[in-house]
């Protein structure tokens, strides 16, 4: 059983170009959450999606950055015109419909923004 | 925001000790989570908690849910050179749409 799959793990942008993420839950799981880390730091909540919806983006910075979780496929972090405060470890976690207070990780995107 | 209060920044052991971790907060939760996380991935859960005072047992891992609901405590028993690593405590707070609050974390130090 395939845990969280997060691709790329590594991903180089210049100031001003797009960055995306990926990510694809677990099999069965239908809540997908997005979180961001700071070198020395915890994780910091960005967004809550299920299928299709945004659930709680009251985490998520008001401009640049955006999340959709499709129908099929992905979910994907979307950050616009990146700038170097955007270099960061970004990891999306996902839970079961019904057991929405246990989340399970992926490996995480490594961005570096140069 | 809410905090998590995870102290100290780092704890180094002598392999076989055990170690006590603890995390605090201000306001009420209704999960506890313990993670682990080694350097390049990302983490991984160890303990779920669901109900004030509840102690559970993950192996030679022991945690329990504070009966105040604000703080739980992550026990290591007779620990080993793989248990290096970042433990995390993360707390679901009532009605919070399921986002975690994570706490800065503990780096574990296992000297052989």
């Known amino acids: 059983n395939a845990g969280v799959m997060q691709n790329p793990r590594h991903l180089v942008r210049r100031r001003g170009q797009e960055a995306r993420l990926r990510c694809s839950p677990m099999?069965?799981?239908?809540?997908v959450y997005w979180y961001r880390q700071l070198p020395e730091e915890g994780l910091k909540f960005m967004v809550y999606l299920q299928k299709e919806n945004i659930i709680d983006e009251s985490g998520m910075p008001k401009e640049r950055f955006s999340a959709e979780f499709p129908k099929e496929g992905p979910s994907i972090l979307r950050i616009q015109q990146v700038v170097r405060g955007d270099s960061a470890a970004y990891f999306c976690?996902?839970?079961?419909?019904?057991?929405?207070?246990?989340?399970?990780f992926g490996a995480g995107t490594r961005l570096s923004v140069l | 925001g809410q905090q998590l209060n995870q102290s100290p920044q780092s704890m180094f052991i002598q392999e076989g000790e055990d170690v006590s971790m603890n995390c605090t907060s201000s306001s009420i939760f209704n999960t506890w989570l313990w993670y682990k996380q080694d350097p390049g991935e990302g983490p991984v859960l160890l303990i779920a908690l669901y109900k004030a005072g509840e102690l559970t047992s993950n192996g030679r891992l022991t945690a329990q849910f504070g009966i105040t609901r604000k703080d739980s405590f992550l026990n290591i028993s007779a620990s080993i050179p793989s248990d290096v690593g970042i433990y995390f405590c993360?707390?679901?707070?009532?009605?919070?749409?399921?986002?975690?609050?994570f706490g800065k974390g503990i780096t574990l130090s296992v000297r052989p």
């Open positions: 976690a996902s839970s079961p419909a019904g057991r929405v207070n246990i989340q399970y």
């Open positions: 993360a707390g679901q707070l009532t009605g919070a749409n399921s986002k975690l609050t």
């Open positions: 099999k069965g799981h239908s809540h």
